[in-house]
């Protein structure tokens, strides 16, 4: 696939993402069984709702160097999205600070950011746009866009008719197009055939060559150690181990398969 770097690149010993002291905690609301017209009233009167604050992140610190491959490891529920959410910049934190060094490309899910209604050349055009790309150099990539995602016949076509895994190709070609100096992935390539998630996987080790900071979330550890040399197990909200990617992976399996099997319950 074409690319399009940038010409300001930090030097490669700069850090690309830098979380310090992060925490992020969401309100959830109390009397979700109430009916609508109680609701209502209680609108109308300025009565407030009852809310109780979840902790998902607590005392995050965490630096990572430009051009290195990063898994982040966890049971569901322990905080990893939000941890690539608040990379990203889609979220804040509660307390502590996100700093982030050079154009940042996320894909946090199947369709994030695409509109079911719009083709799939709309699709890239907007998703292009808001990435920085020009229209011409859009029009000059939509042919390596299309063979590269293996939708060839399909990009006039409304994404609402897309599978899962039509999307997931269409959202990975777009990103990759986009030559990012930081690519954030939240388990996307788990959608789609092998073929094409070795596609994947061979074009990510290319952006690794180039340099391109690559922050992975998934529960493919067999993935993770293709693509990653560090990695980071979440736990209840925190950072539990930090290291090379075959120490931390060693562990966390350890933790299902060896003598430590405490987080069995759920992947």
Known sequence: MSSLRSSSLPHRDTAAIVLRNVSKDFRRYQGRDRWLRREMLDMVLGKRKETETRTVLRDINLEIRRGETVGILGRNGCGK????????????????????????CALLGIGTGFHGELTGAENVFINGTILGLSEKYLASIMPDIEYFAELEGFMDTPLKYYSAGMQARLGFAVAMCAAPDIFLIDEVMAVGDEGFRLKCLKRLQSAIAEGITIVMVSH????????????????????HMDGTIEEVAGSYLDCFYGAGQIEVSAV
């Not at 999205?81 to 940042?104: D, F």
């Open 81 to 104: 999205s939000t941890l690539l959410r608040l990379m990203a910049g889609i979220l804040q934190p509660t307390s502590g600070e996100v700093r982030r060094v050079g154009r940042v």
């Open 220 to 239: 493919d550890i067999d993935a993770l150690r293709k693509v990653c040399t560090r990695g980071v197990w979440l736990r209840d909200g925190s950072v």
